[in-house]
């Protein structure tokens, strides 16, 4: 068989379609109930005790920190009220001996730290003001509540949520390591830091980064209504939802607002579908879940999510290059190769070792419209040390690569059209906007993506043409800084029975004494790069 027959072989074992789609949904519909009446499901449908969206006239100032995989992300967010906000941030990564050590104190007492550094730096009035209170009241907890910050701790690890700012951690993923952690409260090993350096911090809210999206986006999103979903596709892929309490069957143990009768639910999505009653498995997907430390687990996200793409793609290609019958990025000699030299691979080449190629080798592939696909053989040639590759190589490498961002497209409209359909709001009546806010490298830099996700939606049961043409959706802009924020706001109400827009009264009080200064450190002083100073979206 030639190249061109065995690749147009293997792209047709990753077609995903629209029949397949269909039956999907429905299966994720069916998953989606079984996880909101008991434990231990594919889709653990975990409650969030977050129990509603905002409006975008939520005001106030708050602080947020990130504690990603790799760097920690400590953050002011003044909301304004009309779906703007002003944020402040400094980023800094997480020292590698921290992420193994000993005690968990060592790992939070560093982030304890870097709050304390942010709050001297940006809104050192304040932290003063505080200083010089705590000194001059009589009782060591004589200070008052109105004198401190709210804040969100977006925790992106598995952690059993049992209230607002509480959640005790399953186990770590992403190359941490410290035993003495696991079972512990988050959120209390971090306040009790904050409180050794006596800093006027409350860990108000523990949150989960597709909850920040969720809330980011309906603050942001003009509307009567709120986004319906929150998603994420990066490094992994998960979404966070708005259902009615009635639905959820399962016992729930600590306190929440039932005002609204809606709890946002983390889905834990990528856990789709484990069993494989209708997900997609060629034996590349079988040989990548073997790789991994947990085969059977998190089996629709292996399909879907940037930390897997390019592993998956890598398999096929070196599948392919053992075929004797096909010649891929090899040649007989120079005369055979538009570019006049002989493919070869460098024996060290990533293309060799497990997990060596990065996802984005797919957007690089995906975006190459040049008509003899010079940039995608440059990017070949660079990254994969593949000397001299044919246009006829890079032709299979572009079509492959093609067939496994697509499919994941595809599935990723699995997930959206189930939650659009679950929502019920396709048939209220009205012709209203209906908001997906999504973040992530993948959704946010893959060509095309998004374009794909609709197509796939438009031939949805329930959704269609029409369906589709409502479903808005958006990327969250710094949507883990302003969605901690918010569900910080969220924890403050619930607290004091407090109406929204009067929360840290006496702080803006004092900030307008000071003369704006902390709007004034919220425009200017940013100095983490991919963050805007003083951003206003709306
Ligand atoms: P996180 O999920 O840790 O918050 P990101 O949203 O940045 O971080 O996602 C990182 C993932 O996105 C990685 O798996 C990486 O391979 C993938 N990625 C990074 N850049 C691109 C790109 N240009 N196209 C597709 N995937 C990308
Ligand atoms: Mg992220």
């Known amino acids: 068989m030639s190249l061109l027959a065995e690749t147009e072989s293997i792209v047709k074992q990753f077609e995903f379609t629209d029949n397949d789609v269909n039956k999907s949904v429905k299966e994720f519909l069916r998953q989606m109930d079984e996880g909101l009446e008991k434990d231990g499901t594919s889709l653990s449908q975990i409650p969030t005790y977050v129990t509603g969206v905002p409006k975008g006239t939520e005001k106030g100032l708050y602080m947020a920190v990130d504690l990603g995989g790799t760097n920690f992300r400590v953050c002011s967010v003044k909301l304004n009220g009309d779906t703007t906000f002003n944020i402040t941030s400094d980023k800094v990564a997480v020292p590698k001996e921290l992420m193994r050590a000993k005690k968990a104190e060592e790992l939070f007492a560093f982030l304890a730290l870097q709050i304390k550094k942010f709050l001297e730096k940006h809104h050192g009035d304040h932290f003063e003001a505080h200083i010089r209170r705590r000194m001059t009241v009589s009782s060591p907890d004589g200070y008052r509540d109105e004198h401190v910050f709210h804040m969100g701790f977006t925790f992106s690890f598995p952690v059993q949520q049992v209230g607002i700012n509480k959640g005790t951690l399953i186990r770590w993923t992403k190359g941490f390591d410290i035993p003495d952690a696991i079972g512990k ?44 979903l929150g998603a994420i596709f990066g490094t992994g892929t998960n979404g966070a939802y708005v259902e009615k309490l009635s639905n959820l069957k399962k016992p729930l143990v600590g306190e929440y607002d039932t005002s609204t009768g809606d709890m946002v639910i983390n889905i834990e999505w990528g856990s789709f579908d484990n069993q494989l009653n209708v997900l997609p498995n060629t034996p590349w997907d079988e040989a990548l879940d073997k790789e991994t430390p947990n085969p059977g687990i998190q089996m629709y996200e292996k399909r879907v999510s940037g930390m897997f793409l390019g592993e998956l793609l890598r ?104 939650v659009v359909l679950k929502s019920g709001r396709l048939s209220d009546g009205t012709n209203d906007p ?105």
């Not at 860990?203 to 989960?208: D, E, I, Y």
């Not at 990065?358 to 940039?375: E, F, N, Q, R, Y």
């Open 315 to 418: 398999l096929v290609i070196i599948d392919l290059m053992k075929n004797p019958n096909v010649s891929l990025f090899r040649d007989e000699n120079s005369s055979t190769n538009d570019r006049r030299s002989t493919t070869d691979i460098a024996e060290t080449s990533d293309l060799y070792k497990p997990w060596g190629i990065d996802t984005s080798i797919l957007s690089h592939a995906a975006g190459d419209h040049t008509p003899k696909l010079s940039v995608l053989r440059d990017t070949l040639q660079e990254n994969l040390q593949i000397s001299a590759p044919a246009y006829e190589d890079a032709q299979a490498f572009k079509a492959i690569a093609g067939a496994i961002g697509r499919r994941a497209a595809r599935l990723a409209a699995v997930a959206i059209g189930a």
């Open 185 to 228: 409260d988050v959120c209390a090993l971090l306040q009790t830091e904050i409180d050794k350096l006596h800093l006027p911090v409350k860990v108000a809210a523990l949150v989960n980064d597709t909850v920040g999206t969720l809330m980011a986006y309906s603050y942001t999103s003009p509307g009567s209504h709120g986004a319906v």
């Open 434 to 538: 209906i908001d997906v806010g999504v973040d992530g490298s993948l959704v946010e830099n893959y060509p095309y993506f998004e374009d794909m996700i609709y197509e796939a939606l438009r031939v949805i049961d329930g959704i269609g043409e029409e369906g589709a043409k409502r479903i808005r959706i958006g990327l969250a802009q710094d949507g883990s800084g302003v969605g901690a924020a918010l569900i910080a706001l969220v924890a403050r109400t619930m607290e004091k029975n407090a109406p929204t827009d009067e929360v840290l009264g006496e702080l803006r009080t004092e900030a307008k004494a000071a003369g704006s200064k902390d709007t004034a450190a919220a425009t200017t002083a940013v100095s983490d790069e991919s963050d805007k100073p003083g951003v206003t979206s709306a």
